[in-house]
Each structure stands twice: as C-alpha cells, then as structure tokens.
C-alpha cells in the first residue's frame, strides 16, 4: 500500500556492489524525473562514517546519521535511493524495493575491472552467490514490494529500465484517483 503523504513514490535500488544499481538508476532518474540518491555519495558528503574498515578499504557508515541526514528528503517521495545494504533504512520510506542480480562471472569481471582484488573482489562476488542482499531485503521489507531484477545484459537493463518506469506511471496515476 502507498504511503498516503507521497503523491510520487519512493524506490529502492539494491543488490551486492557491481550489479549494475548506479547505472540504472542515472538512467532511471533521466527517465522518470525523480532524484537519484546515492547514499555513498550522501555519506561523504556528510561525512556520515563512524570507521575505516582495513579489510575491505572502505569507510563504515554511520546509519543513524544517514537517516536523519534523508529523513526529510525521503518524507516529500520522488526519490531513487541506491544502496548495497538495505536493512537499515526505516521500512516506511519505500513503496517498491529492487534487487539487482547478476551472474558471478559476470559479476567477477566488473569488479575486478574495477580494481576489486583478493578478499574484497572474492567476498563481494561470495555475497551475489549466497544472495545475501536478497534475504536482507526479503527480511526487512514486505516481500510483495520486493522484486529481483536480473542485470547481466544491456537487454536486461532496457526491460529493467520499462519495468520500473511503467510501475512508477501506474503508481502516479493511482495516488491521483
Ligand atoms: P553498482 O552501482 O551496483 O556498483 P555499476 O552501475 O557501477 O554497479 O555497474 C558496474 C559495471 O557494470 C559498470 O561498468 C556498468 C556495467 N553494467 C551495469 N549493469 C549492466 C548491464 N545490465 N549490462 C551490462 N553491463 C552493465
């Protein structure tokens, strides 16, 4: 069910790093006119970290201070947050939940094109095969609203691309009527 304050609904884009979620959702955001939040980039910009993880040389974000940092972006609806975790966000922020999935081989390739090495390019690829972001969403939001979405292909990345589209149409014309 909508959330009754949003007049345009917000989407969550998941899934393991590499699976295609930056690159749909420029595209996606291009398309449909909502904003496209990267909550990485939100991060730094707010400098939102609490620690600096050694093993996968990355900071640790500080969720609490991301939220509040949202909270009040996410109450006007319109937004594409992106994001490869899930559970953290409050479940009352969105209407519809993607999960992008690709095929570890596939998966392999972008990361390591992306300079991932060792334990870091391994354990990413090991999360995409264990589906861990799947079942985090799965748990942490009502599985009628959370949808899988293969993106392995450009092909893949059209129909995701209509697929969403059209939801966020329907759902617009309904929030009207
Ligand atoms: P993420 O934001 O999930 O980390 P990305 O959007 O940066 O991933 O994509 C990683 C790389 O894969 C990038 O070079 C673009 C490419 N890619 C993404 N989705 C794709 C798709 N459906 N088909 C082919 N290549 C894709």
């Known amino acids: 069910m909508a959330n009754s304050q949003r007049s345009i609904p917000n989407i969550l ?21 909502l904003e496209w939040l990267e909550v990485g980039q939100i991060a730094k910009d707010c400098e939102c970290f609490e620690e600096y993880d050694e093993v996968y040389q990355c900071p640790v974000l500080d969720e609490d201070m991301i939220i509040d940092e949202m909270e009040d972006k996410m109450g006007h609806g319109g937004k594409i947050v992106d994001y490869h975790g899930c559970d953290f966000f409050p479940e009352r922020w969105f209407d519809i939940v993607f999960v992008l ?54 092909d893949d990345m059209e129909e995701n691309l ?15 009527s």
């Not at 570890?104 to 390019?121: F, I, M, P, S």
Request: glycine share 8%; net charge negative.
């Open 13 to 33: 884009v998941t899934g393991t790093p590499g699976v295609g979620k930056s690159t749909l959702c420029e595209q996606l955001a291009e398309g449909t006119g």
């Open 101 to 154: 999935r690709a095929n570890n081989t596939v998966l392999y390739d972008r990361l390591a094109h992306r300079g991932y090495t060792g334990k870091k390019l391994e354990d990413n690829v090991q999360c995409e095969i264990f589906q861990t972001i799947l079942e985090e969403a799965q748990g942490a939001y009502r599985p009628d609203i959370v949808h899988e979405l293969p993106s392995n292909t450009p």
């Open 162 to 176: 209509d697929k969403i589209t059209t939801w966020v149409e329907e759902w617009k014309m309904r929030a009207l």
